[in-house]
Nanobody, 121 residues
Framework: VQLVESGGGLVEPGGSLRLSCLASGSTFRLNTMGWYRQAPGKQRELVAELDSGGGTNYGDAVKGRVTISRNNYAKNTVFLQLYGLKPEDTAVYYC???????????????WGQGTQVTVSL
């Protein structure tokens, strides 16, 4: 599974940003799709995740300020809409998916390369 993230950048406090993550490959079936973030000197933490049934799980630090969704047709792209951004949201945001190998029958975890989000005046 290859993951390509986009949409990061510099935004002012109170602003919004939309991140995208495209999953590609030929021999897998997606299970969960989500976003994590890591700020300098801090542990990586959950931002939001979609399970295979469409249920959502949001990190406490961002609840009420983010929405996670998938594209309706191919369901291979996950979006993260961030609202009301604060300086403490500054971090590298990583896409993470879990997927079943259609040939191996095993569940693997895959991470994107990360996209920087900076919230500052």
């Amino acid at each position: 599974v290859q993951l390509v993230e986009s949409g990061g950048g510099l935004v002012e406090p109170g602003g919004s940003l939309r991140l995208s993550c495209l999953a590609s490959g030929s021999t897998f079936r997606l299970n969960t799709m989500g976003w994590y973030r890591q700020a300098p000197g801090k542990q990586r933490e959950l931002v939001a995740e979609l399970d295979s049934g469409g249920g959502t799980n949001y990190g406490d630090a961002v609840k009420g300020r983010v929405t996670i969704s998938r594209n309706n047709y191919a369901k291979n792209t996950v979006f993260l809409q961030l609202y009301g951004l604060k300086p403490e949201d500054t971090a590298v945001y990583y896409c993470k998916v879990t997927a079943w190998g259609t040939e191996t029958g095993t569940l693997g975890s895959y991470w994107g390369q990360g996209t920087q989000v900076t919230v500052s005046l």
